[in-house]
């Protein structure tokens, strides 16, 4: 996690934001790099035709701007998603900090290098057609000893893989009814193999 890497050496803010409330805009000028503390928010890019395309979404504890640390324009815009507490570092500050500590620019590429796993994956599961087989490829990704805890709301896990919060219910439903999941209050069990 990113602040897990610079500690507590970088002088940092906390802001407030609303949902919809914009953090950032695409191509403004790079001076903050920022990590979620509570709630959401999305990275939306304007593609040449003007559409808003959703790029990712990051959820408490998570960083979300580290592509912009070599950048002088944000790629996107930052949108809240819902009310959220954030964390401001200086780009200067954050990039000067990574020069001077070798070990936390390592950890740094090692936690992106995990992310762009993560998304490829991400993509993989997107792409599965059925709700009941993408929501069992995802859980089996994410299950530490076969138990998925909850690291955010099921509403997020479902707009995390391309699901309508409706659909991911039923399909829960039907999976536990199937005997291939067991729902806990705080993980989902998973009994069998997809």
Same mark, same amino acid.
């Given at each position: 996690m990113f602040l897990d890497i610079i500690g507590s050496d970088i002088q940092r803010k906390n802001l407030t934001f609303k949902k919809g409330d914009k953090v950032f805009s695409q191509n403004?000028?790079? !001076?903050?790099?920022?990590?979620?503390?509570?709630?959401? *928010?999305?990275?939306?890019?304007? /593609?040449?035709?003007?559409?808003?395309?959703?790029?990712? *979404?990051?959820?408490?504890?998570?960083?979300?701007?580290?592509?912009?640390?070599?950048? !002088?324009?944000?790629?996107?815009h930052c949108m809240a998603d819902s009310s959220c507490e954030l964390l401001s570092f200086p780009k200067d500050s954050v990039l000067k900090f990574l020069y001077q500590n070798p070990d936390a620019m390592m950890a740094l590429i090692k936690n992106l290098t995990g992310q762009v796993r993560d998304l490829r994956l991400l993509g993989e599961i997107k792409s599965i057609y059925s709700a009941k087989s993408r929501i069992m490829a995802f859980l089996h990704s994410k299950a530490n000893k076969s138990l998925f805890y909850?690291?955010?709301?099921?509403?997020?896990?479902?707009? /995390?893989?391309?699901?309508?919060?409706?659909?991911?219910?039923? /399909?829960?439903?039907?999976?536990? /009814?199937?005997?291939?999941?067991?729902?806990?209050?705080?993980?989902?069990?998973?009994?069998? *193999?997809?």
């Open positions: 403004s000028a790079i !001076d903050q790099i920022y990590c979620v503390v509570s709630g959401r *928010v999305k990275l939306i890019r304007e /593609n040449i035709e003007g559409r808003s395309i959703v790029v990712h *979404v990051a959820y408490a504890g998570e960083s979300f701007s580290e592509a912009s640390l070599f950048s !002088d324009e944000y790629h996107c909850y690291s955010y709301s099921l509403i997020d896990l479902a707009h /995390n893989i391309g699901l309508t919060h409706e659909t991911l219910y039923r /399909n829960l439903t039907a999976l536990e /009814n199937d005997g291939k999941i067991i729902k806990h209050d705080d993980c989902i069990e998973l009994v069998s *193999v997809i």
